[in-house]
């Protein structure tokens, strides 16, 4: 497991839920930026990082799986709570 974590595959996708989650907490401490006309930067990057999230993981998924399955789908498991809890503050607050 980890030289799997090692691979930019394994730990990019941790690093961007963690991102996305400490601008999350930003909002929660700071509150939500102000309403516009047009959604906010937080929500541009947020459907960004969502994206990009989706991509990587499938990219690691199919890449590593087949090979080292059971180590691989450690690190799947952790990405994909990672991005479920990248989700939660959006759902819970309705931003």
Same mark, same amino acid.
């Given at each position: $497991? %980890?030289? #799997? !974590?090692r691979k930019p595959s394994g730990w990019v996708p941790m690093v961007l839920s963690l991102g996305i989650l400490l $601008? %999350? +907490?930003?909002f !929660? +401490?700071?509150g939500p *930026? %102000? *309403? @516009? =006309?047009? %959604?906010? !930067?937080g929500a541009h990057l947020f459907q960004l990082w969502l994206v990009a999230e989706f991509f990587l993981v499938l990219f690691f998924a199919l890449k590593w799986v087949p090979r080292k399955p059971k180590a691989? #789908?450690?690190i799947? =498991?952790? @990405?994909?709570l990672g991005v479920l809890a990248g989700m939660f *503050? !959006?759902?819970y607050f309705h931003w």
């Amino acid at each position: $497991m %980890e030289s #799997l !974590v090692r691979k930019p595959s394994g730990w990019v996708p941790m690093v961007l839920s963690l991102g996305i989650l400490l $601008m %999350e +907490l930003g909002f !929660v +401490l700071l509150g939500p *930026p %102000e *309403p @516009q =006309a047009d %959604e906010s !930067v937080g929500a541009h990057l947020f459907q960004l990082w969502l994206v990009a999230e989706f991509f990587l993981v499938l990219f690691f998924a199919l890449k590593w799986v087949p090979r080292k399955p059971k180590a691989a #789908l450690k690190i799947l =498991a952790i @990405q994909s709570l990672g991005v479920l809890a990248g989700m939660f *503050p !959006v759902f819970y607050f309705h931003w």
